[in-house]
């Protein structure tokens, strides 16, 4: 039995979050991990889902720094995400960094 719903998610809407692209470049530049952050300010996601997504972005950084990768591909293209970022989460979930 869970404390909270869980629903099931894509791993392209994942990375298309804000908090997912600001826990990735927080832990990138090596900031200290916002996770008091207020994430009240956009109300089309909860704020328990957006902490997530930052907590899923931060642990990306950490994978992607692991593998050697130095140059961060473009996050979108044409406002889509761009495939280089969505085969790099995919590869990260399926060695398990993200869940």
Known sequence: MSQVETRSVSLSSV???PAFREGFNDYMMGR???FDRDWNG???KSPI???WAYERGRLFGAW????GYTEVPKWFINRRLSWK???LVSDAFWEQAIR
């Open 64 to 67: 992607f720094k692991s593998k």
């Open 85 to 87: 970022i969505q085969d």
């Open 15 to 17: 990375a298309r979050s």
């Open 42 to 44: 956009d109300r089309r």
């Open 49 to 51: 889902d957006k902490s």
């Open 32 to 34: 200290e991990p916002q």
